[in-house]
Protein backbone atom coordinates (compact mmCIF):
# COMPACT_ATOMS: atom_id res chain seq x y z
CA UNK A 1 0.00 0.00 0.00
CA UNK A 2 1.97 2.78 -1.44
CA UNK A 3 -0.65 5.24 -1.31
CA UNK A 4 1.13 8.81 -1.61
CA UNK A 5 4.91 8.79 -2.70
CA UNK A 6 6.80 11.97 -2.37
CA UNK A 7 10.84 12.47 -2.89
CA UNK A 8 13.16 13.68 -1.77
CA UNK A 9 12.20 13.54 2.12
CA UNK A 10 15.57 16.04 3.06
CA UNK A 11 16.78 18.59 0.36
CA UNK A 12 19.01 21.41 0.63
CA UNK A 13 19.62 24.61 -2.04
CA UNK A 14 21.55 27.01 -2.73
CA UNK A 15 19.42 29.94 -3.46
CA UNK A 16 18.79 30.57 -6.89
CA UNK A 17 18.64 27.15 -7.93
CA UNK A 18 15.75 25.04 -9.25
CA UNK A 19 14.60 21.77 -8.05
CA UNK A 20 11.66 19.27 -8.43
CA UNK A 21 9.52 17.72 -5.47
CA UNK A 22 8.22 14.52 -7.09
CA UNK A 23 4.63 12.87 -5.81
CA UNK A 24 2.90 9.86 -6.74
CA UNK A 25 0.08 8.53 -6.52
CA UNK A 26 -1.10 4.66 -6.37
CA UNK A 27 -5.14 5.00 -5.76
CA UNK A 28 -6.28 6.52 -8.94
CA UNK A 29 -7.41 10.05 -7.11
CA UNK A 30 -7.85 12.78 -9.86
CA UNK A 31 -7.43 15.58 -7.05
CA UNK A 32 -3.88 15.75 -6.07
CA UNK A 33 -2.51 19.06 -4.73
CA UNK A 34 0.67 20.84 -3.16
CA UNK A 35 0.91 22.36 0.55
CA UNK A 36 4.10 24.38 2.46
CA UNK A 37 4.00 24.03 6.46
CA UNK A 38 5.59 26.88 8.05
CA UNK A 39 5.80 27.03 12.16
CA UNK A 40 2.64 28.72 13.42
CA UNK A 41 0.92 29.13 10.16
CA UNK A 42 -0.50 25.71 9.60
CA UNK A 43 -0.83 24.24 5.77
CA UNK A 44 -0.95 26.73 3.02
CA UNK A 45 -2.19 25.08 -0.68
CA UNK A 46 0.32 25.80 -3.45
CA UNK A 47 -0.89 24.42 -6.10
CA UNK A 48 -3.50 21.71 -6.98
CA UNK A 49 -5.27 19.76 -9.78
CA UNK A 50 -8.40 17.85 -10.15
CA UNK A 51 -7.00 15.57 -12.94
CA UNK A 52 -4.81 15.33 -16.18
CA UNK A 53 -4.06 18.41 -17.65
CA UNK A 54 -6.01 20.50 -15.46
CA UNK A 55 -4.10 22.42 -12.89
CA UNK A 56 -5.06 25.82 -10.76
CA UNK A 57 -3.37 27.97 -8.34
CA UNK A 58 -3.98 27.91 -4.15
CA UNK A 59 -3.37 30.61 -1.76
CA UNK A 60 0.88 30.90 -2.23
CA UNK A 61 1.63 29.87 -5.93
CA UNK A 62 4.35 32.52 -6.57
CA UNK A 63 7.48 30.70 -7.17
CA UNK A 64 6.35 27.24 -7.42
CA UNK A 65 4.91 25.36 -11.09
CA UNK A 66 3.49 22.54 -11.60
CA UNK A 67 2.26 19.76 -14.21
CA UNK A 68 -0.03 17.34 -14.59
CA UNK A 69 0.83 14.99 -17.36
CA UNK A 70 -0.81 11.55 -15.74
CA UNK A 71 -3.45 10.98 -13.37
CA UNK A 72 -0.61 9.37 -10.87
CA UNK A 73 1.83 12.09 -10.91
CA UNK A 74 1.82 15.55 -9.95
CA UNK A 75 5.63 17.07 -9.35
CA UNK A 76 6.42 20.74 -8.03
CA UNK A 77 8.72 22.56 -9.25
CA UNK A 78 11.00 25.54 -7.63
CA UNK A 79 12.05 27.68 -10.47
CA UNK A 80 14.77 29.73 -8.57
CA UNK A 81 15.05 28.85 -4.99
CA UNK A 82 14.88 31.80 -2.37
CA UNK A 83 15.38 31.46 1.57
CA UNK A 84 11.87 32.30 1.99
CA UNK A 85 10.58 28.65 0.10
CA UNK A 86 12.32 27.26 3.52
CA UNK A 87 9.23 25.22 4.67
CA UNK A 88 8.39 21.64 4.74
CA UNK A 89 6.09 20.20 1.76
CA UNK A 90 3.22 17.95 1.03
CA UNK A 91 1.54 16.66 -1.62
CA UNK A 92 -1.70 15.01 -1.01
CA UNK A 93 -4.36 13.07 -2.84
CA UNK A 94 -8.22 12.95 -2.91
CA UNK A 95 -10.81 10.57 -5.05
CA UNK A 96 -12.83 12.09 -6.78
CA UNK A 97 -15.98 13.60 -7.21
CA UNK A 98 -17.00 11.46 -4.18
CA UNK A 99 -14.40 11.37 -1.92
CA UNK A 100 -14.17 14.01 1.32
CA UNK A 101 -10.61 13.06 2.83
CA UNK A 102 -7.75 14.25 1.45
CA UNK A 103 -4.18 11.95 2.48
CA UNK A 104 -0.96 12.96 2.32
CA UNK A 105 2.79 11.97 1.73
CA UNK A 106 5.09 11.75 4.17
CA UNK A 107 6.80 15.03 2.92
CA UNK A 108 9.33 16.86 2.42
CA UNK A 109 11.77 18.97 4.17
CA UNK A 110 13.67 21.64 1.64
CA UNK A 111 16.23 24.27 3.24
CA UNK A 112 17.01 27.23 0.97
CA UNK A 113 20.79 28.52 1.95
CA UNK B 1 -13.75 34.41 3.97
CA UNK B 2 -13.24 30.80 5.22
CA UNK B 3 -11.23 30.45 8.27
CA UNK B 4 -10.16 28.02 10.86
CA UNK B 5 -8.89 29.06 14.10
CA UNK B 6 -7.53 26.73 16.64
CA UNK B 7 -6.54 29.35 19.86
CA UNK B 8 -4.49 26.14 22.06
CA UNK B 9 -1.12 26.56 20.98
CA UNK B 10 -0.15 23.97 23.50
CA UNK B 11 -2.22 21.56 25.37
CA UNK B 12 -1.48 19.21 28.54
CA UNK B 13 -3.31 15.92 29.58
CA UNK B 14 -2.60 13.24 32.35
CA UNK B 15 -2.60 9.80 30.52
CA UNK B 16 -5.68 8.20 30.67
CA UNK B 17 -7.70 11.55 30.91
CA UNK B 18 -10.04 12.72 28.46
CA UNK B 19 -8.99 16.09 26.88
CA UNK B 20 -10.72 18.39 24.17
CA UNK B 21 -8.88 20.28 21.30
CA UNK B 22 -11.08 23.34 20.16
CA UNK B 23 -11.55 24.35 16.44
CA UNK B 24 -14.01 27.38 14.98
CA UNK B 25 -14.71 28.06 11.74
CA UNK B 26 -16.01 30.72 9.05
CA UNK B 27 -17.77 29.69 6.26
CA UNK B 28 -20.72 31.12 4.34
CA UNK B 29 -21.03 27.71 2.82
CA UNK B 30 -24.32 25.38 3.15
CA UNK B 31 -22.07 22.31 2.77
CA UNK B 32 -18.53 21.65 3.58
CA UNK B 33 -16.70 19.26 5.75
CA UNK B 34 -14.39 19.58 9.02
CA UNK B 35 -11.63 17.08 9.54
CA UNK B 36 -9.12 16.81 11.75
CA UNK B 37 -5.12 15.27 11.59
CA UNK B 38 -2.42 14.36 13.88
CA UNK B 39 0.81 15.62 13.28
CA UNK B 40 3.25 13.32 14.81
CA UNK B 41 7.30 14.48 15.54
CA UNK B 42 8.29 12.21 12.45
CA UNK B 43 5.91 14.88 10.43
CA UNK B 44 3.52 12.90 8.66
CA UNK B 45 -0.21 13.80 8.29
CA UNK B 46 -2.69 11.13 9.93
CA UNK B 47 -6.36 11.55 9.01
CA UNK B 48 -8.27 11.27 12.06
CA UNK B 49 -12.23 11.74 11.63
CA UNK B 50 -14.21 13.54 8.99
CA UNK B 51 -17.68 15.23 9.45
CA UNK B 52 -19.85 16.65 7.17
CA UNK B 53 -22.14 20.20 7.73
CA UNK B 54 -25.71 18.21 6.97
CA UNK B 55 -24.27 15.27 9.30
CA UNK B 56 -26.51 15.05 12.26
CA UNK B 57 -24.56 13.21 14.24
CA UNK B 58 -21.52 13.81 15.52
CA UNK B 59 -18.59 11.61 14.12
CA UNK B 60 -16.69 8.86 16.13
CA UNK B 61 -13.63 6.67 15.24
CA UNK B 62 -12.54 4.81 18.03
CA UNK B 63 -11.11 7.44 20.60
CA UNK B 64 -11.76 10.21 18.93
CA UNK B 65 -14.96 11.80 18.69
CA UNK B 66 -15.84 15.48 16.67
CA UNK B 67 -18.26 17.73 18.78
CA UNK B 68 -19.78 19.51 16.12
CA UNK B 69 -21.81 22.64 17.26
CA UNK B 70 -23.17 23.84 13.66
CA UNK B 71 -24.95 27.25 15.37
CA UNK B 72 -21.48 27.72 17.07
CA UNK B 73 -19.46 26.93 14.06
CA UNK B 74 -17.23 24.69 15.76
CA UNK B 75 -15.84 21.02 15.42
CA UNK B 76 -13.79 19.91 18.93
CA UNK B 77 -12.11 16.93 18.87
CA UNK B 78 -12.52 15.13 22.17
CA UNK B 79 -9.71 12.12 22.48
CA UNK B 80 -10.75 9.97 25.33
CA UNK B 81 -8.13 7.84 27.55
CA UNK B 82 -5.32 9.37 26.34
CA UNK B 83 -2.08 7.98 25.47
CA UNK B 84 1.37 8.45 25.43
CA UNK B 85 1.39 7.97 21.52
CA UNK B 86 -1.21 10.76 21.06
CA UNK B 87 1.23 13.52 21.84
CA UNK B 88 1.77 14.99 18.80
CA UNK B 89 0.51 18.64 16.53
CA UNK B 90 -3.50 18.25 15.77
CA UNK B 91 -4.63 20.21 12.90
CA UNK B 92 -8.14 21.40 12.05
CA UNK B 93 -9.24 21.81 8.56
CA UNK B 94 -12.02 22.46 6.41
CA UNK B 95 -12.98 21.88 2.67
CA UNK B 96 -14.75 24.81 1.22
CA UNK B 97 -18.20 24.25 -0.11
CA UNK B 98 -19.13 21.11 -1.86
CA UNK B 99 -17.44 20.10 -5.48
CA UNK B 100 -14.43 22.44 -4.55
CA UNK B 101 -10.95 21.33 -3.83
CA UNK B 102 -9.87 23.64 -1.83
CA UNK B 103 -8.97 22.70 2.40
CA UNK B 104 -7.92 25.33 4.97
CA UNK B 105 -6.26 24.20 7.67
CA UNK B 106 -6.16 25.95 11.48
CA UNK B 107 -2.76 26.94 12.81
CA UNK B 108 -2.44 23.69 15.10
CA UNK B 109 -2.39 22.63 18.95
CA UNK B 110 0.18 20.69 20.22
CA UNK B 111 -0.89 17.78 22.79
CA UNK B 112 1.59 16.60 24.97
CA UNK B 113 0.08 13.41 26.89
CA UNK B 114 1.42 13.28 30.71
CA UNK B 115 2.59 9.98 32.21
Known amino acids: NAGVTQTPKFQVLKTGQSMTLQCAQD?????MSWYRQDPGMGLRLIHY???????DQGEVPNGYNVSRSTTEDFPLRLLSAAPSQTSVYFC????????????FGEGSWLTVV | AQKITQTQPGMFVQEKEAVTLDCTYDTSDQSYGLFWYKQPSSGEMIFLIYQGSYDEQNATEGRYSLNFQKARKSANLVISASQLGDSAMYFCAMREGSGTYKYIFGTGTRLKVLA
Open chain 1, 27 to 31: MNHEY
Open chain 1, 49 to 55: SVGAGIT
Open chain 1, 92 to 103: ASRARPSGNTIY
